[in-house]
């Protein structure tokens, strides 16, 4: 499996590659900005792109979704529930003072228990509404291994004061969701350094 984290836009939000070297194929995960580089390591490491997951619609995780769907084909994978959140994006950018990029509907809505990924690297949907109302998780059981957006940090927990959060909601996502994993589970978040389930179960001061 290759898998490959690198921070993208201004507020670094992780985007992330997975590849199957058998394949040669990959899905990309929160495409947020900087496309040309995300093509670039796509180049380099000889994958074509098949799938573009977005784990919520917040601008800096789903900015350079079109852009990359355009330059690949790949389709693009968002929950629904986030639709309302994708069509405010001049809002969005205007809280960040950038210009607003090209959205458009995502070609299938990723929903609750959807496998989603590559053959020989599926991922799970984990719906867990919250952060905002389309947030989902991607688990990859057979890796232990969770992308959790903006929903799970290191030592934190995705904020819940913009449009389409909800604290207890969040809550109750990870708890019922997240918490359930197994301890051994690596979390890469949409932001920051990477943990563990067990880390965040033992010391993440909003899970007690
Ligand atoms: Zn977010």
Redesign the pocket.
């Known amino acids: 499996m290759i898998l490959e984290t690198f921070p993208v836009g201004p507020l670094a ?1 992780n985007c992330t590659i997975v590849g199957d070297e058998e394949t040669g194929e990959a899905m990309v995960v929160d495409p947020g900005d900087n496309i040309p580089h995300i093509l670039a390591r796509l180049m380099d490491l000889r994958l074509t792109l098949k799938q573009i997951v977005v ?2 619609a ?1 601008i ?2 789903v900015g350079g979704a079109v852009k990359l769907k355009r330059a690949t084909g790949a389709p693009i994978l968002l929950n629904q529930n986030d639709l309302p959140l994708l069509k405010m994006m001049d809002t969005q950018a205007a809280w960040l003072s950038v210009p607003t990029p090209e959205v458009a509907e995502p070609d299938q809505s990723a929903e609750d228990a959807m496998v989603v990924g590559l053959a020989a690297y599926p991922a799970t949907v984990l719906h867990t509404p919250g ?2 109302q389309g ?1 989902i998780c991607l688990h990859f059981a057979e890796q232990r291994l969770l992308l959790a ?2 929903t799970l940090f290191a030592g934190s927990i ?2 819940t004061d ?1 449009p389409g959060g909800d604290g207890r909601q969040i809550l109750r996502s990870l708890h019922d969701r997240l918490l359930t994993l197994e301890d051994a589970t690596r979390v890469i978040p ?2 920051g350094p990477e943990t563990t389930i067990g880390e965040e179960r033992a010391g993440n001061p909003f899970l007690r």
Do not use: N
Request: net charge negative; proline share 0%.
């Open positions: 939000c784990t919520h917040h800096d995780h952060h905002t947030s957006g903006d995705g904020r913009l949409g932001h």
